[in-house]
């Protein structure tokens, strides 16, 4: 059996960091695993365009303790009055690397989103030239489609038009959690990708269900049956490089999850190698974890990869604490209920 793993250190393509004193209560617990992320844009108010991208940047850096390092790679809020020249220049400087798209209404701060995706049009063929990836929140918002069919009906009503019609746009489909999501992105040329969560890969929605609603469980795209979760794993673990990590950490504070009203998110980032290991671990799959880690993200977004390495250990469980503090308030630390065997080293 494999007890140590040494590994280029991962990046993470998908992050949720806050600002203020939430940021700096949790970027920490990011960057002592992760060299670079994926930044979300879904502040209140979005970070819009590329002078907001690079003074969320510049907060990001300040946040950052004395002694650790950690790139945060920006993103932008795509809205139906984005400037497609802002984008272009934002990304043709190198301090935006993706566009965000969230459907308006599809989940945390995301009124602002698009709602005719046409109006979004010139942003996307600009996108297309210049090879800026879109990262898509796949989900339709319409009342009557069930939310655990939002998914799969966004990649035929939505994703499926907006690529056809941009050719050569590059799109991540973020935080995929179906069968349906897997087999499209596994189907598409270059110019698609998918990132995966941790706890997508670990749990489905009886883990949240069943025997009393766990809301620290909770997030959005919204845990699914668990015929689908088999499928993920395969996808992550199977060695394509359409596939890499998106952990979508997103911290609430602890009141704002066991609450009437439950804020979407897990937050993941303090425990997502550990279980990543113990997922690959199961699934007999472990030197595939570096690829889904480390290798195919940066290839994807065509930076280089990462030259320093992390080693991994496989021992006795370890201890997920409950909570982390922040200026913020309290934030409940994912814990996926079962045993996890690997730390950080
Ligand atoms: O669960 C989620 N939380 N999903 C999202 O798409 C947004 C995120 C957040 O910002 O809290
Ligand atoms: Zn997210």
């Known amino acids: 059996m494999t007890e140590s793993l040494t590994i280029r250190r991962p990046d993470d393509w998908h992050l949720h960091l806050r600002d203020g004193a939430m940021l700096e209560g949790v970027l920490p617990w990011t960057a002592r695993h992760f060299a670079r992320a994926i930044v979300m844009p879904n ?14 940047r510049e907060r990001i850096l300040a946040a950052l303790p004395d002694g650790m390092t950690f790139e945060p790679l920006m993103t932008l809020y795509l809205t139906e009055d984005t400037d497609p020249e802002d ?10 690397k993706a566009v965000k798209l969230y459907p308006a209404g599809a989940t945390t701060n995301s009124a602002s989103g698009v709602r005719d995706f046409d109006k979004v049009r ?27 069919d939002r998914e799969a009906v966004f990649i035929d009503e939505v994703l499926d038009p907006i690529r056809r019609a941009t050719p050569g746009l590059r799109v991540v489909m973020e935080h995929i959690t179906t069968a349906e ?45 668990g015929t689908h979760r088999p499928k993920l794993v395969e996808a992550a673990t199977g060695g394509s490089p359409r596939f890499f990590l998106g952990t ?42 570096e690829a889904f880690t480390s290798l195919n993200g ?3 977004y065509g930076v280089p990869v990462n030259e320093e390495r992390i080693t991994l250990t496989r021992g006795a469980p370890i201890d997920i604490p409950a909570k982390i503090e922040t200026g913020a308030g309290p934030v409940s630390v ?10 950080v080293t």
């Open 298 to 300: 940066p290839a994807f």
């Open 43 to 56: 502040l209140v108010p979005p970070v819009v365009t590329g002078a907001e991208a690079a003074a969320y």
């Open 248 to 289: 979508d950490s997103a911290p609430h504070p602890t009141h704002a999850k066991e609450a009437e009203c439950c804020a979407a998110g897990c937050f993941t980032a303090p425990v997502a190698l550990s279980c990543l290991a113990e997922i690959f671990d199961e699934a007999d799959a472990l030197d595939r974890l």
């Open 181 to 225: 999501a897997a087999a499209y992105a596994a189907e598409g040329d270059e110019t698609l990708a998918a990132t995966i969560t941790v706890q997508h890969l670990m749990l489905d929605r009886n883990d949240m269900l069943v025997g009393g609603m766990r809301p620290h469980l909770y997030c959005l795209p919204i845990l699914k049956r």
């Open 334 to 343: 994912f814990n996926p209920g079962r045993p996890v065997h690997w730390r």
């Open 122 to 148: 010139p942003v996307l063929e600009r996108m297309a030239e210049i090879g800026l990836p879109l990262c898509v929140h796949g989900e339709v918002t319409r009342r009557e489609i069930d939310i655990f």
């Open 87 to 96: 984008v272009a220049a934002a990304a043709e400087s190198g301090l935006v």
